[in-house]
């Protein structure tokens, strides 16, 4: 096991549902299986991260099988690039929610090697339903930016959309590691921008740079999306433009019976210097 106390970084035990330091800094197990590790004092908020509507949202959007293309490449990707050896390995799901990819990546991941896959988000409720449904992965409820594993732990890390600082990375990566980070392409959700835009703006194009890492492989994902008007309001309520969005807009969108929307990602693999 990987973990590390976030209040003092000693490396935790687990002893009877209890995860330990040598500091005797304590953090129970829940019954689905997953730890908080997310002390009060590094809360922002009472409950930070997505709220129940959204993580609802996104379940029953991903469950439809709407971004699976997205699913399958990052597992091919990742399939190709880790080692197939005897040795253990490690992979971190970073901003997983709900496990959509970190269950399936542990699933395929496994039938080639050994591997820990783990899922970290700041939302406790999302944590709580990951491991209910995803019990050959660890999850735990921690912050992106003081990742709560030991140095050096991670073959990979994964990272959808989700922050996290370079300086963390290089911790916890190991020394031939890799990061999988996807990012919004510039023609991604484009229509549903122009519900809430007058002038909707493409996403930046520009390539992300990770200190401290180099770009080995960059792919473009792009197809096109035909959904109800039950999915299109859930697509929204994934987005940040939900803030932004009317009433009468959600309303209008929930009663259209194919609502057309662009999907474009980029999926670049980066590899530790």
Not at 44 to 61: E, L, T, V
Not at 63 to 87: F, N, V
Not at 233 to 255: D, R
């Amino acid at each position: 096991m990987q973990y590390q106390c976030p209040l003092c970084h000693q490396p935790l035990q687990l002893d009877n549902e209890v995860w330990q330091c040598s500091n005797r800094h304590q953090f129970d197990r829940a019954k689905e299986g997953y730890v908080n590790l997310m002390p009060v004092q590094h809360k922002k908020s009472k409950n930070p991260g997505d709220n129940q509507m959204m993580m609802q949202a996104r379940r029953q959007f991903l469950d439809a099988g709407y971004y699976q293309p997205l699913r399958d490449a990052i597992s091919s990707l990742l399939d190709g690039s880790l080692p197939d050896d005897s040795s253990p390995r490690a992979l971190l799901d970073i901003g997983c929610g709900e496990g959509y990819y970190t269950g399936f990546l542990a699933a395929k991941l496994k039938q080639n090697r050994d591997i820990s896959v783990y899922g970290l988000d700041i939302a406790k409720g999302a944590i709580r339903s990951a491991a209910k449904r995803y019990t050959a992965t660890e999850f735990c409820v921690a912050s992106s930016h003081l990742l709560p594993f030991s140095n050096q732990s991670m073959d990979a890390v994964l990272r959808i959309y989700a922050p996290c600082k370079a300086q963390e990375l290089n911790r916890v990566i190991k020394s031939d590691g890799l990061i999988v980070a996807v990012t919004p392409a510039p023609n991604h959700l484009i229509q549903l921008k122009g519900l809430i835009y007058q002038t909707p703006q493409p996403h930046n194009d520009s390539e992300e740079q990770i200190e401290g890492f180099c770009l080995a492989e960059s792919q473009r994902l792009s197809y096109g999306m035909n959904l109800p008007g039950e999915q299109a309001v859930n697509l929204l309520q994934m987005t940040p433009f939900a803030w932004k969005a009317s009433e009468q807009l959600i309303i209008e969108l929930s009663g259209n019976t194919d609502f057309y929307c662009e999907t474009d990602f980029y999926i670049r693999l980066y590899r530790k210097k």
